[in-house]
């Protein structure tokens, strides 16, 4: 594989991980993209995006980008039960990590590959 196509892989690997840290560390990384970096380059931006704190809002920007694989495919049980853990995560009544793990279901549920392989899930 040319270097490239580590490249974009470790994008997709690592874009929503990078947007629940920051969302201006990922539009830079996406025009970064554009300009044919290096990898190290790249990986780079995405380390020092990952150094940044994580908000609640940053996070759940995140987890809506990730929600949209699933919104027309899900049941309307499972788009309530989305709406009512993002609201109790949003009120800090949960832990990020049951959010976490829903979209993780419903990935492998959907079989939605792209998410499935994503760091944000897996972290």
């Known amino acids: 594989m040319k270097e490239r ?5 470790l994008w997709r690997e690592e874009k929503y991980r990078v947007l ?5 560390h990922y539009d830079e990384i996406r025009e970064l993209l554009k300009q044919g970096p290096s990898y190290e380059t790249v990986e780079e931006k995405i380390n020092e995006a990952l150094k940044i704190k994580p ?3 940053s ?3 995140a987890y ?3 929600w949209g694989y699933f919104k027309n495919s899900a049941t309307t049980d499972e788009k309530e ?3 009512t853990l993002k609201r109790q995560f949003q009120d800090n009544q ?3 990590t049951q959010l976490q793990q829903f979209l993780k279901n419903l990935a492998y549920q959907y079989e939605v590959q ?3 392989e994503s760091t944000a899930l897996h972290r």
């Open 64 to 66: 809506d980008h990730m």
């Open 55 to 57: 908000t609640t809002g």
């Open 114 to 116: 792209y998410l499935i």
């Open 81 to 83: 039960q989305y709406l």
């Open 20 to 24: 629940t840290h920051s969302k201006q």
């Open 59 to 61: 996070i759940v920007n």
């Open 5 to 9: 196509g580590y490249i974009e892989r």
């Open 94 to 96: 949960i832990e990020v």
